[in-house]
């Protein structure tokens, strides 16, 4: 590799092979190219709940850049895997693990914004240790899935309360056969004083 001051060079390759038979065949290549100043990278790392790591890889893109690395709500996949072409190779390397190993869910880990989401920022760095680094964390245990919905309690008049209810309920068959086996309720807390006054009297 042959660099000059202004950061271009070229890259060269001998090759010397064989065509045909005893043909030879051989000759060089020389690739120029020019640093780009304004690029940063991002290490990935995935690895198993027990520690052990199961593939790496660093990623580029512009400098101060960031990259959203979050976990969707389905645990497996990129919450946004076709912003970027890094996002699309990351989320089909989680799949093909996940699929390889017969994992169930993923976890990520690493750096935030200043918002505290999860958006890694394209650095550059001496060593590749110095790099900002994603780290995701594979398991075979399925991750619990919450659900939401509303709850209306009427009187006998079939007039509407608001009740304060804040806990976890079995969910009913129908919806356990669906695979769903938890799932947090919540509504809303405010009462009135006329609601608290009907509340007592049910």
């Not at 799949?95 to 869910?105: D, H, V």
């Not at 964390?137 to 899935?145: A, E, N």
């Not at 004083?193 to 509340?199: I, Y």
């Amino acid at each position: 590799m042959n660099k000059d001051g202004d950061g271009k060079g070229t890259l060269t390759v001998y090759y010397n092979d064989k065509l045909l038979g005893n043909t030879p065949y051989n000759g060089v290549i020389v690739q120029p190219y020019t640093l780009d100043d304004t690029v940063g990278n991002i290490n990935v790392i995935y690895k198993d709940e027990g520690g052990t790591v199961l593939g790496s890889s660093t990623i580029s893109g512009t400098e101060n850049d960031l990259w959203n690395y979050a976990i969707g709500s389905d645990g497996l996949t990129l919450a946004d895997p076709d912003t970027s072409d890094n996002s699309k190779d990351v989320n089909n390397t989680l799949q093909q693990l996940e699929a390889t190993n017969g994992y169930k869910s993923v976890t990520a880990d690493g750096p935030k914004d200043s918002s505290g989401q999860q958006n890694a920022k394209y650095s550059v760095a001496d060593t590749a240790a110095g790099l900002p680094t994603v780290t995701y964390t594979f398991s075979k245990t399925t991750p619990v899935q919450n659900i939401s919905f509303n709850v209306k309690y009427v009187d006998s008049d079939n007039k509407p309360l608001t009740i304060n209810v804040r806990r976890k309920k079995r969910l009913p068959i129908s919806l356990r056969r669906l695979g769903i086996t938890r799932f947090q309720l919540s509504v809303d807390t405010r009462l009135t004083t006329l609601q608290r006054a009907a509340q007592r009297q049910l």
